[in-house]
C-alpha cells in the first residue's frame, strides 16, 4: 500500500505539473491582459505594471518565476514587513538554534492583480474555509437523502414507492441549481420566513445552500446506488447467503450493500472535489463568500494569479480525492490489491 501511495503522489506531481503548464499558456493566449480597460491605461503606466509583474519577459520565463515561488521553499532569518510578493501559505516558526525570527515559509501564489492590499493566498485563507464548510454541508446532504432513496427503492423495485423514489430523482437531476435555489429562498425566506435568504456566518445560512446544493447530487447518487444494488442482489453469492437462512437485513446490509458501493465511492471523488472548492451559482445566489465568484471574476479580468490558484487548488484537490477512493476500494473489496 505504501508504495501505491508513493507512486500515486509521483503521478500527482507530474499531473499539476500538466496541468500548469497548459493553464498558463492558455490563459496568455488569450487575447487582451489584466490590465486591458474600456478606457485605455497610459501606455507608460501598463509598462510598469507588466515590468512589476514579470509580464513583459518571455513566456517561460514567467512561468518559471510563477513555479519557483510555489514550488521553492524559504528560510528567512530575520522578519521581514508583510507585502505582495512575501505572503506565504505555509509559515512556521524554526527552532531557536536558527535564530529568534526564523521562518519556513513555503507555497506563495503571488499577488492578485485586481487589488493592491490582498494576495492570492489571503483570498484561499479567508474563502477556502467558506467552500469547504457548504461543501461538507452539501456532501452529508448528498449521503443522506441519496443512499437510503437508492436503497428503498431498489428493495421496492417496480412498486409505487420505487416509482415515486425515482420520480423525485429524476426531478433532481432535471431541475439545476439555478433553478432550485431561487425557489428554496422564496419559499423558505420569503414566503414562510423559516430560514435567511442570503448572508454567511452562523449554522442557518447553510442549510439553504448545502440542500440546495445536496439535493441536485443525491438525486445521482439515489439512481447510481438503485441500478448498483439491484446487479449485486441478483448475484449468486447473494442466493446462498438466503439459502443459508441469514437474516434478510444481513443479507441487505453485510453483503449486498458493501459490495455495491464501488460505484458510488468512485462518483464521490470528483463530486467531493468539485463541492469542496466552491460553487459558483449557489455561493452567488446565497451571497457566499467563497471560492466560485472570485474564480469567474478572475477570468473575467483576466487575474492570473488567481486563475493558476484555483486551477491548481481544484487539481490537487481533484486528485487527492481520487486517492482515497482507491484506497476505499481496497476496504470495500478485499480482492483489490495495490501491492
Known amino acids: 500500500m505504501a508504495k501505491f501511495i508513493f507512486r500515486r503522489i509521483l503521478w500527482m506531481i507530474l499531473v499539476l505539473f500538466l496541468v500548469s503548464v497548459i493553464t498558463f499558456g492558455m490563459m496568455h493566449a488569450v487575447p487582451g491582459g489584466p490590465f486591458s480597460r474600456e478606457k485605455p491605461l497610459p501606455a507608460a503606466t501598463v509598462a510598469l505594471l507588466n515590468a512589476k509583474y514579470h509580464l513583459d519577459e518571455p513566456l517561460f520565463v514567467q512561468y518559471l518565476y510563477y513555479v519557483g515561488d510555489i514550488v521553492v521553499p524559504r528560510i528567512t532569518l530575520e522578519r521581514t514587513p508583510p507585502s505582495q510578493s512575501e505572503n506565504y501559505l505555509i509559515d512556521i516558526d524554526l527552532p531557536d538554534i536558527f535564530g529568534e525570527e526564523a521562518h519556513f515559509k513555503w507555497v506563495n501564489f503571488g499577488p492578485t492583480y485586481t487589488s493592491r492590499s490582498r494576495t492570492v493566498n489571503d483570498i484561499f485563507r479567508e474563502n477556502l474555509p467558506n467552500s469547504v464548510q457548504l461543501g461538507i454541508a452539501a456532501l452529508c446532504v448528498s449521503l443522506a437523502i441519496g443512499m437510503p432513496l437508492g436503497v428503498f427503492t431498489a428493495l421496492k423495485r417496480n412498486t409505487r414507492w420505487d416509482y415515486a423514489g425515482m420520480s423525485v430523482a429524476i426531478i433532481g437531476v432535471s431541475v439545476p441549481v439555478i433553478i432550485s435555489a431561487p425557489l428554496m429562498q422564496y419559499l423558505f425566506g420569503?414566503?414562510?420566513?423559516?430560514?435567511?435568504?442570503?448572508?454567511?456566518?452562523?449554522?442557518?445560512?447553510?442549510?439553504?445552500?448545502?440542500?440546495?446544493?445536496?439535493?441536485?447530487?443525491?438525486?445521482?447518487?439515489?439512481?447510481?446506488?438503485?441500478?448498483?444494488?439491484?446487479?449485486?442482489?441478483?448475484?449468486?453469492?447473494?442466493?446462498?447467503?438466503?439459502?443459508?437462512?441469514?437474516?434478510?437485513?444481513?443479507?441487505?446490509?453485510?453483503?449486498?450493500?458493501?459490495?455495491?458501493?464501488?460505484?458510488?465511492?468512485?462518483?464521490?471523488?470528483?463530486?467531493?472535489?468539485?463541492?469542496?472548492?466552491?460553487?459558483?451559482?449557489?455561493?452567488?445566489?446565497?451571497?457566499?463568500?467563497?471560492?466560485?465568484?472570485?474564480?469567474?471574476?478572475?477570468?473575467?479580468?483576466?487575474?492570473?494569479?488567481?486563475?493558476?490558484?484555483?486551477?491548481?487548488?481544484?487539481?490537487?484537490?481533484?486528485?487527492?480525492?481520487?486517492?482515497?477512493?482507491?484506497?476505499?476500494?481496497?476496504?470495500?473489496?478485499?480482492?483489490?490489491?495495490?501491492?
Open 190 to 339: 420569503v414566503q414562510w420566513k423559516i430560514l435567511p435568504v442570503t448572508g454567511w456566518g452562523t449554522p442557518a445560512h447553510v442549510i439553504l445552500p448545502a440542500f440546495a446544493l445536496g439535493f441536485v447530487n443525491s438525486a445521482l447518487i439515489a439512481r447510481l446506488t438503485r441500478a448498483s444494488l439491484l446487479q449485486v442482489l441478483n448475484e449468486d453469492f447473494i442466493r446462498t447467503a438466503r439459502a443459508k437462512g441469514l437474516a434478510e437485513r444481513r443479507v441487505i446490509s453485510l453483503h449486498a450493500l458493501k459490495n455495491s458501493l464501488i460505484p458510488v465511492v468512485t462518483i464521490l471523488g470528483p463530486l467531493a472535489a468539485a463541492l469542496l472548492t466552491g460553487t459558483f451559482v449557489v455561493e452567488t445566489v446565497f451571497s457566499v463568500p467563497g471560492m466560485g465568484r472570485y474564480f469567474i471574476t478572475s477570468i473575467r479580468a483576466r487575474d492570473y494569479p488567481v486563475i493558476m490558484g484555483t486551477v491548481l487548488l481544484y487539481a490537487a484537490v481533484l486528485i487527492i480525492a481520487n486517492l482515497v477512493v482507491d484506497l476505499i476500494y481496497a476496504w470495500i473489496d478485499p480482492r483489490i490489491r495495490y501491492d
